[in-house]
């Protein structure tokens, strides 16, 4: 089983985050489950190569994207992330290890949460199908997306700054094989029911046509100096040039980054995905 939830939290205490706070909601993920299970915790950290997790940023209403226009106070510096005292926010997290999604769904309604100096108080978990929300069966999910009889076009839209590793270097632009290609790295390393041959994923992706698209890039900085090119906003593939197959394959990989995020850090704020089909 994987799946996705948002939790609903009350803010107890003011305080100023950094615009892009993913670095502290991953401290926060990994102290929760210490809290919860010290021993799934020393396992995830010490004994798998990948993160099965994502985190969003906290959110002021559900489903928020990342606003990736600077907004910088008058010494020029970007302006924080300011929690509210009373202020309802979302915290969106998904899990791709079923220990691990039922601790996160059995995490205590009133539990202090802690994201630098901010205390928010858990108020409802949700992962009922709102908010783009729930629990899905891996082989149903493949199952799903193997009946489907044609598929033309996928649209992600990326709600959080998506990043890629090019060679050797940043790239910001969401290009078919970058996105495919991370998608089957993440489904193989997850040990997802169907085998993928990651190599053709990403020679068909080199076929598909990029269609309409609207967005921005910018680097975006997830440590004191530390940061990366990174894509927010909408980006459609046609798929009319996939035999058949090819093409159910890329919409069960378009449906698992709802849960898996999309490209580079998605444990850490990035990446965050939804997806559209026709």
């Known amino acids: 089983m994987i799946g996705a939830i948002q939790y609903r939290l009350r803010a107890e205490t003011p305080a100023r985050l950094p615009s892009f706070h993913g670095r502290l909601m991953h401290g926060l993920m990994f102290h929760l489950l210490q809290e919860q ?5 020393t396992f995830l950290h010490d004994e798998l190569d990948y993160k099965p997790f994502t985190v969003s940023l906290l959110q002021e209403s559900p489903g928020q994207a990342y606003g990736m226009e600077v907004r910088r106070g008058r010494d020029h510096r970007e302006l924080p992330f300011c929690v509210k005292e009373g202020r309802t926010y979302y915290w969106r997290v998904t899990a791709l290890h079923e220990g691990l999604l039922r601790l996160l769904l059995s995490l205590p309604v009133g539990t202090c949460l802690h994201v630098g100096d901010a205390a928010l108080r858990l108020e409802e978990i949700i992962a009922d199908g709102r908010y783009d929300t729930g629990v899905v069966d891996e082989n149903e999910l493949v199952a799903g997306a193997l009946s489907v009889p044609d598929v033309q076009r996928i649209a ?6 998506v990043a890629f590793r090019n060679y050797d270097r940043d790239y910001p632009l969401p290009l078919p094989d970058l996105v495919f290609g991370s998608l089957a790295d993440k489904w193989v390393q997850m040990e997802m ?3 993928l041959e990651r190599k053709g994923i990403r020679e068909a992706a080199m076929s598909t046509a990029p269609l309409e ?4 890039s910018r680097k975006v900085y997830f440590g004191h100096d530390r940061g990366t090119l990174a ?3 909408i980006f459609a593939y046609s798929l009319r040039e996939l035999p058949d197959d090819m093409k159910r394959i890329f919409l069960m990989l378009a449906q698992f980054a709802v849960f898996s995020g999309t490209g580079r850090l998605t444990a850490q704020g990035f990446g965050q995905t939804r997806m559209e089909w026709r």
């Not at 299970?37 to 915790?41: D, H, I, R």
């Not at 992600?156 to 700054?161: A, L």
């Not at 698209?213 to 921005?216: K, S």
């Open 193 to 195: 029911p169907l085998e």
């Open 231 to 233: 894509f927010a906003g």
């Open 213 to 216: 698209w609207q967005g921005m």
């Open 37 to 41: 299970s010290a021993e799934l915790a």
């Open 156 to 161: 992600f839209r990326f709600r959080s700054p």
